[in-house]
């Protein structure tokens, strides 16, 4: 069956440090990867979309990489801020006009 | 700047009454989608629709119908809410944009608690 998987449980980390989350997925062939944030009791919003041929994106101080054979995708956030803290979900888009989203991951970054 | 907006923040209806929920997009987007959001679940997609009148079932359509009769406008109704249906809703639009251009705007979500 197809599955995307992302971390249930929370990340804590140290401000100044690098957050990583990871998106792992079966039984899917998605052409895009695209990373959300959401912040208690809004929607998610945009952050970094990635093609199946890219290996690398970045955005300031986010990054993302996508490896279609590990069929993962890791997003990492480069010296962290309390502000960072969110749920973090990651989403494939596979050519429907529907994205699939994973259950997301919550970043809590401590001063 | 871009904005969906939901109708409620926050409501509470009882079991067996027909719920509305209302969401309006000012993008110009053609395509409008309904998901709700669970602990633990993700978002799980309800109904979307890709045109005015047209719409296509999700994972999840159990219990709900849409509407859109007007291209920024898509409604979402509960027939007859049930206690499972107490949920964060939450309405999206993209635009059709091709391959790669599926970035979605999300609304701020409503909070429906079915008693």
């Known amino acids: 069956s197809q599955k995307i998987e992302q971390n249930s449980e929370a990340l804590n980390i140290q401000e100044g440090k690098t957050a990583t989350l990871t998106c792992n997925y079966t039984n899917y062939s998605p052409a895009y990867l695209q990373w959300y944030r959401q912040d208690p009791g809004r929607g998610p919003v945009f952050l970094l979309l990635i093609r199946e041929n890219e290996k690398e994106k970045r955005k300031e101080r986010l990054k993302v990489t996508f490896d279609t054979t590990l069929k993962q995708s890791l997003f990492h956030i480069t010296a962290s801020q309390p502000a960072d803290s969110a749920t973090y979900l990651c989403a494939l888009d596979t050519g429907r006009r529907a994205l699939t989203f994973g259950s997301g991951t919550r970043l809590q970054v401590q001063p | 700047d871009v904005k969906v907006t939901q109708s409620s923040r926050y409501l509470v209806k009882r079991t067996g009454e027909k719920v509305f929920l209302e969401c309006v997009q000012d993008m110009d987007h053609e395509n409008m989608f309904w998901y709700r959001q669970d602990p633990g679940l993700g978002l799980r997609l309800i109904y979307f629709s890709y045109d005015v009148k047209m719409k296509e079932k999700g994972d999840i359509p159990e219990g709900y119908s849409v509407s859109r009769e007007k291209k920024e406008r898509f409604s979402l109704i509960l027939e007859s809410a049930s206690t499972n249906q107490t949920s964060m809703y939450l309405c999206?639009?993209?635009?059709?944009?091709?391959?790669?251009?599926?970035?979605?705007?999300f609304g701020a979500g409503t909070r429906l608690s079915v008693l």
């Open positions: 999206a639009s993209s635009s059709v944009g091709g391959r790669g251009k599926n970035i979605q705007y």
